[in-house]
């Protein structure tokens, strides 16, 4: 008798303790998906006014840039409007080919040595490794415009070289040196050790192993972050604004003067030529596009599966 | 039941047991590992038998993983990490003697817990990449190398037409016989195995428990395991480890199979061959 007692007591006891615990996540949960619900509103509310500006900025960009496309836009130098021909303004095909030659220039000196240096950062742990990397981190963070100033002063003013496509590229390479340097480094990071263990099992120089295990295993990341660091050097003005000259002549000498996409745009819209100022949206566009098609290339080139020779 | 199972790994251990105890291919003295300090395992005085199976057992933390990368001196590039005693392979003093570490390890291959192929080459640059890391071109010498080491693994037959294909695509227990041949390849006096069938299903760990008593004909093995019927079943010596008070790994017994498991000296290593702790 007791026995049952014992054994009954305690199961209604738990019964109602059930029932009451039920009873309070029934009601938590009711409470939380009604926040969730409120919060999921507020969240889509923010969505849609964060992305007014840049939708907006698009269409602009495509309704003002895309009329003023055409062959001459890519294939003639600009012409300076008169008050007889106000709309005769050329094209930009200066800037166009002095973009790539500025980048390709800024990525023959910067992409090399920031692999080097990122290979350096990731297998070293010296005093030295460490303060290179803040440094790289704290580079990353710079105004751009330092980048021009440096070049200016350095390369145009004490060396006399006077404006060139080179003073331009040593500042976007300055640029771009810290992104590849990061990227670089966490990519070889990013190899597992036991690769490196199994190349020194095999009686493997470390050296060796860092050229045919880990470099290899690491290049999807470190063309990735390349092609980034490309992708932000070309839309850069300030670091160009200062030393390139801004030549009139289609120049892909590195000790000439250039143009610049960017550039262009900063000049010619404060131009008191409407033609002009509407051609800028036109640069403009190119801009967006070249950056857009380095960005997209990066991204399938991060998301290919490993290749193997 | 216990009874049976343990009778059934005892006779094992006395069938895989050769008795004569000939030359050695590697000799500890006193070998100890410590790491900033402080002594990971320590006390290790034992041969490694030319051409026998030796297997490192013992419970987890006692250090025969530690007291295994300490041969092929594996612990160079750790921070800190310092062996002492002796080890000797033919003689030479691995770590003071006339030997550098790339030429050691060169001679002493080693294969590792979890399959550890290089993801971006192909089966075959696997096989032969010691060979290339240390400066061999010719095609004629890395084919040949790498048909032997692969048939010397047992894949050859399943491998011989898809060379070219990313090693990656093989499955885990073929990549870790992939392994095998890529250590292989490099013509490696002694052979260290780190667990190399702890990743793997009991199918694909018998394949690598056969290859392993044949592969003794031209290799000596020393094979670190977790797996008591592994060790009964394959090795011919037997090192027993155990972490002491001080939490230091120290060899407790080292004896050919047979003795470690049937009447070991000591009665911890009784008790850990019959399961009572570890």
């Given amino acids: 008798m007791s026995d049952l007692t014992n054994l009954v007591g305690p199961l209604e006891v738990g019964h109602e303790m059930r029932g009451e615990i039920r009873r309070i996540a029934n009601n938590t949960r009711a409470r939380r998906q009604f926040i969730s619900r409120v919060m999921m509103v507020l969240s889509l509310v923010a969505l849609s006014v964060a992305a007014v500006p840049l939708v907006l900025l698009i269409i602009v960009l495509l309704r003002n840039g895309i009329p003023t496309l055409n062959a001459a836009f890519f294939t003639q130098l600009p012409q300076t409007p008169t008050l007889v021909t106000p709309n005769i303004v050329g094209g930009v095909s200066n800037a ?214 | 039941m216990e009874q049976e199972i343990m009778a059934d790994i005892q006779s094992q251990a006395t069938a895989a047991t050769s008795t004569s105890s000939g030359p050695a291919a590697m000799q500890l003295r006193n070998v100890a590992v410590s790491f900033n300090g402080r002594t990971a395992v320590r006390n290790c005085t034992f041969d490694v038998g030319k051409n026998r199976v030796t297997s490192l057992i013992g419970p987890s933390g006692s250090g025969k993983t530690t007291l295994l990368r300490a041969l092929n001196r594996l612990h160079d590039l750790t921070p800190g990490a310092k062996v002492s005693g002796e080890i000797l392979l033919e003689g030479v003093d691995v770590y003071r003697g006339d030997i550098t570490a790339t030429e050691l390890r060169a001679r002493v291959g080693m294969v590792f817990q979890r399959p550890n192929p290089f993801p971006t080459m192909s089966i075959y640059d696997n096989v032969i990449s010691g060979l290339r890391f240390n400066g061999i071109k010719k095609k004629s010498l890395l084919d040949a190398a790498a048909e032997s080491s692969l048939r010397s693994a047992a894949l050859w037959e399943s491998v011989e037409n898809r060379l070219k294909v990313p090693a990656s695509n093989l499955s885990g ?106």
């Fill in chain 1, 96 to 309: 166009i080919v002095g973009s790539l030659a500025l980048n390709l220039y800024a990525s023959i000196l910067a992409i090399p040595l920031g692999i080097l240096v990122g290979v350096y950062l990731a297998e070293n742990e010296t005093k030295f490794a460490t303060s290179l990397r803040v440094v790289a981190q704290t580079m990353a963070g710079a105004p751009s415009i330092l980048m021009g100033l440096f070049a200016f002063s350095f390369l145009v003013h004490d060396l006399n070289l006077g404006f060139t496509a080179l003073a331009g590229s040593f500042a976007l390479a300055v640029l771009m040196l810290p992104v590849i340097v990061i990227s670089t480094e966490i990519a070889v990071r990013s190899v597992p050790h036991t690769l490196r263990e199994a190349g020194l099992a095999l009686g493997a120089k470390p050296h060796k192993i860092s050229l045919k295990v880990v470099l290899p295993s690491a290049l999807t990341g470190i063309v990735t972050g390349a092609i980034l660091a490309v992708s932000r050097a070309v839309g850069e003005t300030a670091p160009v604004l200062l030393v390139i000259g801004g030549g009139f002549l289609n120049e892909w000498r590195p000790l000439n003067p250039v143009s610049a996409l960017p550039l262009t745009i900063y000049e010619n819209a404060k131009s008191e030529w409407p033609a002009q100022r509407a051609q800028v949206w036109g640069v403009a566009l190119v801009l967006v596009a070249f950056v857009f098609v380095l960005s997209l290339s990066a991204r399938i080139w991060a998301s290919r599966k490993q290749q193997v020779k």
């Fill in chain 2, 173 to 278: 227990g073929e990549q870790q016989r992939l392994c095998i041949a890529r250590a292989l390849a490099m013509d490696p006096e002694v052979l260290l195995m780190d667990e190399p069938t702890s990743a793997l299903d009991p199918i694909a760990t018998l394949r690598i428990e056969e290859l392993m008593t044949t592969l003794k004909s031209r290799v000596s093995v020393v094979i670190v395991t977790h797996n008591m019927q592994q060790a009964a079943r394959i090795s011919d010596d037997c090192a027993f480890l155990l972490m002491g008070e001080d939490r230091t790994g120290e060899l407790i017994e080292f004896d050919t199979t047979e003795k470690i498991f049937n009447n070991p000296d000591d009665s911890r290593t009784l008790d850990y061959t019959l399961g009572r702790f570890g």
